[in-house]
């Protein structure tokens, strides 16, 4: 591994264990004798017999880890968490069980961002403990990204299925996470709110890890404990765009026809006390980076995306773009350089029949290598730069990598394979053009979510 690569992946892996979810609960929730105390809210604990402890996503099963251990002996506890497969084995101290008496559910496969018909079933379980929960009852919410996948409940009209179709025909149109959300919420029993409204406990707080750009609590894992300010209006908007010849199920459209607008208002005055926190977001993830990028000795430019950003290839050429200006500026001060963005882009699908592997991070760099290569880079230029993009939970789409690397080496092993760049980005093959020239990035589960961070180093050679 080269100098370059090592630094790059070692300042990205510094953005994620920044953002680490057991991490990040434990400095959030600390016991201060009898009081339970949350960011800035306090809890008496002779004012609750038990916490319930509900949620899902990527990082719920470190969610939870962190929240039992800084809970101890404090009030019981007891829940139930939709995680996925393979981070539901949790860690244990002495031999016992650190997720404690909240079950760890796993609700889809590894590596498949999709509901399923265990993901419903839990999810099931999850509004049946809200509903059973008493006025003696503090619920406590885990919320992360992937919670949309992970807590699927849909609507009595249609049938998972249907919402799969609508998911994969969104997702392969290119649309971004808001407009996915947004249906997503208006066809569920539980998003947009139904967790809270369904919620019979005399409190709830929701500890949220933000995978959603500007942080909006009513997006993120679609927002199933906070009120919804969208409307099925909107929801319907997003698919006429989309799908302006209705090739969707009727029973989707039917549903949203079908949905009444109800005064969120008056329904907030029924439901229990509730508040939601970000813990932790992309900004800190790249923030961090930015810290590590500066102790090795780089100078360093920082930027964390409100919005979305629009296509993958287009961040990429722009990654691109900046790394060529940095290889070639001419200063008397020019020395080490180093770009970290966070963010999260949008990638549109090739037909299936045609269709490779990969992820918008994968791609991202595929398009950033195309770029580069329409640039008559030197030898000694591309010994010089280093790409990388992943996504801070160690997946990048239905794929086993986070992301990828793009450095000498693998310009050199596409070089002598004489690879097509052009055809694997057309098709959505980037993963199997990193695996055959060294660039993937594989760091597995990391039990955190807050979308993507991608970092540029150039160092010129002596």
């Known amino acids: 591994m080269t100098k370059l690569r090592q630094d790059a992946i070692e300042i990205w892996n510094a953005g994620v264990d ?6 990040l609960v434990q400095r959030e929730v600390t016991i201060d004798e009898d009081r339970l105390v949350i960011g800035t809210h306090q809890w008496k604990r002779c004012d609750f017999d038990r916490i319930l402890v509900v949620g ?6 470190a969610m939870t880890q962190g929240l039992i251990a800084s809970i101890g002996q404090w009030l019981p506890v007891s829940g139930w968490v939709n995680v996925p497969e393979g981070t539901e084995i949790p860690n244990s101290v002495g031999g016992k069980s650190r997720s404690g008496q909240v079950h760890l559910h796993p609700a889809r496969p ?3 961002n999709e509901p399923t018909v265990e993901g419903v079933w839990g999810t099931d379980q999850i509004i049946q403990q809200v509903i059973a929960a008493g006025k003696r009852d ?13 807590m699927p409940a849909p609507l009595g009209a249609i049938t998972l299925a249907d919402k799969l179709e609508v998911t994969r025909f969104l997702s392969a149109a290119g649309a971004d996470i808001t407009e996915l959300n947004t249906v997503r919420k208006h066809l569920s029993r539980v998003k947009g709110g139904g967790l809270l409204l369904a919620c019979q406990a005399a409190e709830m707080i929701t500890l949220v890890l933000s995978d959603v750009l500007g942080d909006p609590l009513d997006l993120i894992a679609s927002g199933p404990t906070v009120i919804d ?32 607008l109800q005064n969120m208002q ?11 926190l970000v813990i932790g977001n992309n900004a800190v993830a790249v923030d961090e980076a930015g810290i590590i990028a500066e102790q090795k000795g780089y100078n360093h430019v920082m930027h964390s995306a409100r919005q979305s950003e629009g296509a993958a290839e287009d961040v990429g050429r722009k990654l691109a773009e900046m790394a060529i200006h940095m290889l070639r500026v001419q200063s008397p001060t020019h020395h080490n350089d180093c770009l970290i963005t966070g963010g999260e882009p949008t990638v549109t699908l090739a037909p299936e029949a045609i269709r490779g592997l990969g992820g918008r991070n994968q791609q ?3 398009q950033a290598y195309q770029t580069l290569l329409t640039s008559d880079l030197s030898e000694q230029e591309w010994a010089s730069l280093c790409l990388l993009s992943g996504g801070t939970d160690g997946e990048d789409g239905p794929t086993d990598a986070a992301g990828a690397i793009l450095d000498a080496e693998v310009h050199h092993n596409a070089s002598q394979q004489q690879l097509d760049v052009g055809d694997y980005l057309t098709r959505n093959d980037a993963y199997r053009f990193f695996e055959q020239t060294g660039g993937l990035l594989k760091t597995g589960p990391t039990g955190t979510n807050v979308c993507d961070v991608r970092v540029v180093v150039v160092a010129p050679q002596a």
């Open 18 to 23: 920044a953002v680490r979810a057991e991490t």
């Open 229 to 260: 300010p969208s409307t099925p209006e909107q929801a319907m908007e997003v698919l006429h765009a989309y799908d302006p010849e209705k090739r969707l199920p009727d029973s989707v459209y039917r549903a949203l026809n079908n949905a009444k």
């Open 364 to 366: 991202l760099i595929l």
């Open 56 to 61: 899902a996503g990527k990082a719920g099963a």
């Open 138 to 150: 503090l619920c406590i919410a885990l919320i992360s990204g992937g919670g949309s996948a992970l």
């Open 110 to 112: 590894a590596g498949m």
């Open 266 to 276: 008056t329904q907030v005055s029924a439901v229990c006390s509730h508040t939601a």
